[in-house]
């Protein structure tokens, strides 16, 4: 590791810098709630009923009962939490400020959207089980789910338009928003494709993710940003930031979903194999001119399940071609690579030091 | 259908048409693709269609129209036009996928082609375009009140297919929330853009939204007793799918009537159904009373929409006659 990376990990173990970036998610968490919670309450009451269940406040009746998940891990939301209070500090030159209100409600609109992106996707993937319980669609069927979704979208619009922005920063905001909802929905579509197709070159499936998930992260720190009083050259760095971070972030949850530890991860050993899905180590290591990638082309294009016994063959087989050294390599360069982004807006690295810690929680998690 | 518009009007929906184009062209490739399928310009691999067999865009007219009604100088409120059309494609888009409607205009629906996910992304994005485009402000809230109106008119129709004890009330609210509110917002878009009284906004988006309950009661009547010139819908759609519209419900609520009684019969019986029984259910509505029901419904919701434009515009009364014109088109029997 270069002096220059060093700089940015700061002297920090691993273990404490985890503690205090899951602190911030808490944080977020709680800072974006009552917005969140007033705009799903303001829905009609079927609409707030699939929300909230979706959202785990609530069972399928509306009844909050103790095991209701806490839903989601907020790590969006706090990268835009985080990014306006970087650049707040960064332009007052001293620490700033609690957050303000543009910021969170340009943190709950980033949630909203992460939320009916995940409402539809559900629908699209057929997938039952979201965060241990059955997904909104499987509860309460398609039509349901993908009309929450679409309520959802049309509500994160309303509460950007409704923040305190001024009206250039309102119209700059909004745009943003609609081209990363498109960008997603390009993304989604690819990724259908190729799990359909089976077939993809690495910089498709790249871009892929790059639309399906580090969009949306990019927004999160470029509406952050703005919230936070950047000019237009600002909040394209902390864009940028947000890109390269979303970049490794999935670039992490493919790995994790082939290697992770199921201690951590809490999921099945071989998730991602066994639903033969086509995340970005799969795809590099067909795409690789090895031997391995020509048995793997075999199994994969094979109507046969994976089954539990073949898992640890086939997940030999793709990292001897060396994927996963590749992928984690990739996913370290975009770690870096935002890091740089940072010290671009922020050269002494004292008021970035949130995101700092969150870049880390990203790529260095174990679930 | 728009034989007595403008020559002025037909310009100003092209410029609707092109811009929508312009808009849809700047998607991604893939969701860009669907929603040329779905707007009736492409077939399913982007080739052009020569029959183009896209939307008639009645409501960006009524949004050029009520502007015109407050303001006669200025320009064409083309972006609140746009918007208010892209949000009902996106609602088509989405509402084919949940009630399993196969064709569209006289096409395969777009998720009959594509599949559902690429349907339900290009429906995505469309009302994302649609957000994107419309101005900033009153008009962004109006849309999106709509919008949200129109989702929760939608969840209730696809509820109220799994239910038998639909009253009359319930599906008259459904169909105001489905079909009204979105004619009520493309209405008062087109007040903001003439700077409209708050008066006279409130005036226009409910002259909108009785308009747009008169326009689905006549819907719903082609459905049952379709027209002799073709509406690219296959005939008596909604009795096949026992489909609860407003003159079958009336119909079916009716209390003393042995019509409505064997209309409760065929509704409880198992799909599919031949063409006479089809025939026969249609003559039950009738029997029971459903039509009369629908035309009264229409009438008086036309009447008190008179009476709104009148207090719009009481000297003038040539400034509202394109828009009155346009709401009798769309109302009338065929």
Excluded at chain 1, 228 to 248: I, K, P, S, T
Excluded at chain 2, 107 to 123: C, H, I, K, N, Q
Aim: aromatic share 4%; glycine share 8%.
């Amino acid at each position: 590791m270069d002096s220059v990376d060093r700089s940015f990990q700061e002297e920090q173990s691993s273990h404490g810098a985890h503690e205090l970036a899951s602190g911030l998610l808490a944080e977020a968490q709680a800072d974006i709630h009552p917005t969140l919670r007033a705009a799903i309450e303001r829905l009609p009451s079927t609409f707030c009923r699939i929300a909230g269940y979706h959202f785990g406040w609530w069972d399928g009746d509306g009844v909050s009962d103790g095991s209701a998940n806490a839903g989601g891990k907020s790590l969006r939301p706090a990268l835009v939490l985080a990014s306006a209070r970087a650049m707040k500090t960064i332009a007052a030159k001293r620490r700033a400020s609690p957050i303000t209100k543009p910021a969170v409600t340009a943190a709950v609109a980033v949630e909203l959207v992460h939320n009916f992106s995940i409402l539809h996707d559900d629908v699209m993937d057929g997938d039952l089980v979201r965060r241990h319980r059955p997904t909104a669609w499987a509860k309460f069927g398609t039509g349901n789910a993908i009309l929450t979704g679409d309520l959802l979208l049309s509500l994160a619009h309303d509460l950007l338009a409704e923040s305190l922005l001024d009206s250039a920063q309102d119209l700059q905001a909004a745009r943003i928003l609609s081209n990363t909802v498109l960008r997603m929905c390009e993304g989604q579509a690819a990724d259908l494709a190729l799990q359909e197709t089976g077939e993809a070159t690495v910089e498709e499936a790249l871009h892929m993710i790059s639309g399906k998930t580090a969009a949306l992260f990019a927004c999160a720190c470029q509406l952050g940003a703005i919230a936070g009083g950047a000019n237009a050259e600002q909040a394209e760095v902390f864009r940028a930031f947000g890109h390269n971070l979303g970049m490794a972030f999935q670039l992490v949850d493919d790995l994790l979903g082939i290697w992770g530890d199921p201690s951590f991860t809490g999921k099945p050993v071989g998730k991602d194999l066994l639903s033969r899905k086509m995340s970005v180590p799969v795809v590099v290591a067909l795409n690789s001119d090895t031997i391995g990638a020509e048995q793997l082309r075999g199994i994969y294009s094979e109507q046969v399940a994976i089954g539990n016994a073949d898992v640890k063959a086939v997940t030999r087989l793709i990292e001897a071609t060396g994927a996963r050294t590749l992928v984690a390599a990739q996913a370290e360069q975009h770690y870096h690579q935002a890091a740089r982004h940072l010290r671009y807006v922020d050269p002494d690295n004292t008021a970035s030091t949130e995101l700092q810690l969150l870049a880390r929680l990203v790529t260095e998690r174990q679930k | 259908m728009f034989s007595k518009i403008t020559e002025a009007q037909n310009e100003a929906l092209r410029e609707v048409e092109n811009r929508i184009r312009e808009e849809v062209e700047k998607l991604p490739p893939h969701v860009r693709l669907i929603a040329g399928y779905h707007l009736g310009w492409w077939d399913y691999d982007g080739q052009p269609v020569k029959h183009q067999s896209g939307g008639k865009r009645v409501r960006a007219l009524f949004t050029i129209l009520s502007k015109r009604m407050v303001r006669s100088t200025g320009e064409v409120p083309l972006e609140a036009a746009v918007a208010v059309e892209l949000v009902h494609e996106f609602s088509l888009l989405h509402d084919d996928v949940f009630d399993n409607d196969i064709s569209r205009r006289g096409r395969p629906s777009a998720w009959s082609v594509f599949g559902m996910p690429d349907a339900v992304l290009a429906g995505n994005a469309l009302l994302t375009l649609a957000l994107d485009i419309v101005p900033r402000g009153a008009a962004a809230e109006a849309l999106s009140a709509a919008v949200q109106l129109l989702l929760e008119g939608q969840a209730n129709d696809c509820a109220f297919t799994k239910r038998s004890d639909i009253t009359v009330d319930e599906c008259r609210e459904m169909a105001k929330m489905k079909t009204g509110a979105l004619l009520g917002a493309a209405c008062s878009l087109g007040g903001l853009a003439g700077q409209a009284s708050s008066n006279h906004l409130a005036l226009l988006r409910e002259f909108g939204e009785r308009v747009g309950l008169a326009w689905q009661l006549v819907n719903d009547l082609h459905d049952i007793w379709p027209p002799s010139m073709p509406t690219g819908k296959p005939e008596r759609s909604d009795l096949a799918s026992r489909k609860r519209t407003l003159p079958i419900v009336a119909a079916l609520c009716a209390d003393q009537s042995e019509a409505a009684a064997d209309l409760r019969r065929i509704y409880n019986s198992p799909q599919p159904t031949s063409t006479a029984l089809l025939e026969t259910a249609s003559q039950l509505v009738e029997a029971a009373g459903g039509r009369s029901w629908a035309l009264v419904e229409r009438d008086r919701e036309l009447s008190r929409a008179r009476e709104i434009l009148d207090l719009i515009s009481p000297q003038d009364q040539t400034a509202d006659i394109s828009v009155w014109d346009l709401t009798l088109l769309i109302t009338r029997l065929h």
